[in-house]
């Protein structure tokens, strides 16, 4: 079992839906939670942090039920430029001590016009 | 603005040769940075954690003798691939660890390089 797990997509959403995304991890030692964004050919951005209570930033929210190992994102208001891959991150600190980040595979969104 | 360089951006090269990655922290004394790989349409895996001034810690089942890293200084972290061969082909990013205080709890944020692109030939 992959220790965090995404559906793919493709999430094809006209302009102005709400879309939301899901993942689980497996490992209940899991830390921290965080939503990446990805581009096409660009490098993962923070989009935010996921917090136990859930919390809003603007037209997203995130939720962790950390009982289901459990992570969603929701877009309200979809944008032409919410199309990307969100990455579902999940940190622990390793055998060695550092902190890690292990990514979920991403699921690609496109927002329709 | 950017808060961690990569260079190059993209390389191709012929197969045995080796191609090495560097990775700045533009404002930040990172005494502990990632290096990532992305294959085509998959995760982003992590390869192996660089600690300034000792050796780089690296992940089952990636080769050290082949990924060499080097962080000789806060700054830089370097990352070599010798004797590249096309199944090495891919995007190469780092990152770097920095405290942020956020509004309700303090968490490490990794920051990203913005990746390098290699294609063996």
């Known amino acids: 079992r992959k220790e965090v797990e995404q559906d793919p997509g493709p999430f094809n959403v006209p302009e102005g839906a709400t879309v939301a995304f899901n993942c689980t991890y497996s490992?209940?030692?899991?830390?921290?939670f965080f939503w990446y964004r990805q581009d096409c050919r660009k490098e993962p951005k923070l989009l935010m942090s996921?917090?136990?209570s859930g919390n809003e930033d603007g037209r997203f929210t995130a939720q962790l039920n950390r009982a289901s190992q459990y992570i969603s994102l929701l877009i309200r208001d979809s944008k032409l430029s919410d199309s990307a891959t969100y990455l579902c991150?999940?940190?622990?600190?390793?055998?060695?001590?550092?902190?890690?980040?292990?990514f979920g595979t991403g699921t690609r969104l496109t927002i329709i016009p | 603005g950017a808060v961690v360089s990569q260079h190059p951006s993209w390389v191709i090269c012929k197969s045995g040769t080796s191609v090495k990655i560097e990775c700045r922290s533009l404002?930040?004394?990172?005494?502990?940075m990632f290096w990532y790989r992305q294959f085509p349409k998959q995760s982003l895996m992590l390869m192996a954690t660089?600690?300034?001034?000792?050796?780089?810690?690296?992940e089952q089942g990636v080769e050290k003798d082949k990924f060499l890293i080097n962080h000789a200084s806060l700054t830089l972290s370097t990352l070599t691939v010798t004797s590249a061969h096309p199944e090495d082909s891919s995007f190469y990013i780092c990152?770097?660890?920095?405290?942020?205080?956020?509004?309700?709890?303090?968490?490490?944020?990794?920051?990203f390089g913005p990746g390098t692109r290699l294609t063996v030939l």
């Open positions: 991150v999940v940190n622990r600190v390793s055998n060695f001590g550092n902190e890690k980040l292990t």
């Open positions: 490992n209940s030692a899991s830390q921290s």
């Open positions: 996921v917090y136990s």
């Open positions: 404002d930040f004394q990172a005494t502990t």
């Open positions: 660089s600690n300034e001034g000792s050796k780089a810690t690296y």
């Open positions: 990152s770097e660890v920095r405290p942020e205080l956020g509004t309700r709890v303090s968490y490490n944020e990794q920051f």
